[in-house]
């Protein structure tokens, strides 16, 4: 076999995938897999990341005799330690495995860099010339940085006035062979660059090569996503906003914020490309958009808007209920009618009904499944059959009849109420004829009691009673019991009290003392009171203090210790 047909060989070889080479054209210390490792090498193969070349200096064509150095940059993912090799390739050639990962570059053509267990890098395009005037543009340039350009002249000669073109127009003359600078470059700065020079002391004008820039995105324009794609009403919702940075600025920082029509901010500004919508409801159907923005540079874009139709779930298993369960009241009491449904969503209009009478009694419409329906107070014409209605725009939903009886009417328990009222009346007037009475009777019978009403024994001398004729004062005692009783101390239910008091109308102060046959002529006066009043409680006698110098009147009178119902009695 000869040396060009060996060279076409490794060349054909070398254009294949990696693991369909021939085993003595595999990288240099590279053993072949064995079969049962040969997928998952291949696994791991496609998730890594390139690697990305960089270029210093930094421009594409450079004069013949110099040199550019290429930098092979793995991803986040490797580690720079537990990287051993890196392979370069010029074209379709395998260059060398080297263990470093910078390579010397001085020949034109295109180079790719691979390291272990990736894929090879982007082709790095580069062009040594041999031409007079060059114009020097960078590897790659990604909107939002700043585009520079150098007309570079070869050798000791010097350029006296330098104009730049872009697609045939000049842009940009400068006297000093500045170079061009474009800042914030956007991919409406992509095209044909060349630059025109002239010469210090040469009437020469000299063009450079033509270069074709393309601007790249830094980030792909978003791409909103909704899940589930048709929500349903009250459930949440998942949005999405998708883009992609590209690898050689995989450390841009991006935020995200999401919008839906008419203008409505549904989220702050924030680093995760995600936001959740806990609810959403029919009202919310529209075109939602999101916007991702990169801090440094500034640059946003804007998705397409996704319109997005809320799906409803039509109302089902109406049920009346009522409170108080059974649906048995008494006139008067409050009812309260409940219709609910086992499944709906969105706002639903709530009716209720009366079947015997076809009469609507009220309806409401709020986001629920259930609404209540309240009658403060029944009567007998509230009484009947009752059912619901449910309605959310989806679909109507019936609910099944139930019977309201109601016990008494309006006029029996007005009669009870007017025959309570005026009972209570008849006994409040009773008891004041009661009071007016036992006051007049008083009165008559010996002006009444004087002084202070407490009781206590009247004042005198050594050995003397308070006048002759008057019994000794003594302590009321229950008729039944030797329990003394007090102003306030109740007796027992059922027992009747009595209290004792004589009256002696006693002579004019200095008339001597009564005798004892005198005496008795004062018989006792005895009253007697019949009345209803429940709460009237028994004093003790008393005897009553002498007014205006005088001895006073000693009084008896007995008065009852009225039981809990009223009696009358005759003493």
């Given at each position: 076999m000869t040396a060009a047909s060996r060279s076409q060989k490794r060349l054909a070889a070398l254009t294949m995938g990696r693991w369909d080479r021939p085993r003595q054209l595999l990288p240099p210390g590279t053993l072949e897999p064995a079969p049962m490792l040969l997928w998952a090498s291949l696994l791991v193969l496609a998730a890594l990341p390139k690697p990305v070349i960089s270029l210093h200096p930094p421009w594409t064509t450079v004069f013949k005799g110099e040199a550019v150095t290429l930098t092979c940059n793995a991803s986040r993912v490797h580690a720079a330690e537990n990287i051993k090799r890196y392979w370069w390739y010029l074209g379709a050639q395998t260059l060398r495995e080297i263990p470093g990962n910078t390579l010397k570059a001085r020949v034109s053509g295109t180079y790719k860099c691979q390291i272990q267990g990736s894929s090879p890098s982007d082709g790095v395009s580069l062009i040594f010339s041999s031409d007079l005037l060059i114009l020097?543009?960078?590897?790659?340039?990604?909107?939002?940085?700043t585009l520079t350009l150098r007309c570079q002249v070869k050798g000791r000669e010097k350029l006296a006035a330098v104009k730049y073109s872009w697609n045939g127009n000049v842009i940009f003359t400068s006297r000093n062979s500045q170079d061009l600078l474009i800042p914030q470059a956007s991919l409406n700065n992509s095209g044909n660059y060349q630059c025109i020079g002239f010469l210090e002391g040469n009437h020469y004008t000299y063009r450079s090569n033509n270069r074709i820039i393309k601007i790249q995105e830094l980030f792909s324009r978003p791409k909103l996503e909704v899940t589930p794609p048709q929500p349903t009403e009250g459930g949440p919702v998942n949005l999405s906003c998708q883009t992609e940075l590209r690898l050689e600025r995989s450390?841009?920082?991006?935020?995200?914020?999401?919008?839906?029509?008419?203008?409505?901010?549904?989220?702050?500004?924030?680093?995760?490309?995600?936001?959740?919508?806990?609810?959403?409801?029919?009202?919310?159907?529209?075109?939602?958009?999101?916007?991702?923005a990169a801090v440094v540079p500034s640059i946003r874009k804007h998705s397409l808007p996704l319109q997005v139709r809320v799906q409803g779930v039509p109302v089902s298993g109406a049920l009346l209920e009522t409170q108080p369960q059974?649906?048995?009241?008494?006139?008067?009491?409050?009812?309260?009618?409940?219709?609910?449904?086992?499944e709906g969503t969105g706002d639903t209009t709530f009716s209720w009904h009366r079947e015997d009478t076809g009469e609507r009694l009220g309806s409401k419409r709020q986001r629920s499944r259930r609404a209540e329906l309240e009658i403060p107070a029944v009567g007998?014409?509230?009484?009947?059959r009752y059912y619901c209605t449910a309605d959310n725009g989806h679909g109507l939903a019936l609910s099944g009849a139930l019977n309201v009886t109601v016990t008494g009417t309006w006029r029996n328990r007005g009669g009870l109420i007017a025959a309570g009222a005026a009972g209570g009346l008849l006994s409040s007037l009773l008891l004041a004829v009661t009071l007016w009475l036992y006051r007049r009777h008083q009165r008559k019978s010996g002006d009444g009691f004087l002084g202070n009403t407490a009781r206590r024994r009247p004042a005198t001398g050594p050995g003397e009673t308070a006048c002759a004729g008057c019994p000794v004062p003594v302590e009321?005692?229950?008729?039944?019991?030797?329990?003394?009783?007090?102003?306030?101390?109740?007796?027992g239910e059922g027992d009747l009290v009595y209290s004792e008091v004589q009256?002696?109308?006693?002579?004019?102060?200095?008339?001597?003392?009564?005798?004892?046959?005198?005496?008795g002529r004062f018989k006792p006066q005895e009253t007697s009171l019949s009345t209803s009043h429940r709460k009237l409680t028994a004093r003790p006698p008393l005897l009553a203090e002498s007014s205006a110098g005088q001895r006073g009147r000693c009084q008896t009178a007995r008065t009852p210790r009225l039981p809990a119902r009223g009696i009358g009695l005759d003493t």
């Open positions: 020097q543009t960078p590897h790659s340039v990604f909107e939002g940085d450390d841009t920082l991006l935020s995200f914020i999401f919008f839906r029509d008419p203008g409505v901010m549904l989220s702050n500004w924030s680093r995760s490309p995600e936001v959740q919508l806990t609810a959403i409801w029919r009202e919310d159907s529209g075109s939602y958009w999101c916007v991702v059974g649906g048995r009241l008494l006139a008067g009491e409050r009812l309260v009618l409940v219709c609910s449904v086992a007998g014409s509230h009484a009947g009321l005692r229950q008729l039944y019991g030797k329990q003394q009783l007090y102003g306030n101390v109740p007796p009256v002696i109308q006693l002579g004019q102060e200095g008339a001597g003392r009564t005798s004892p046959a005198d005496a």
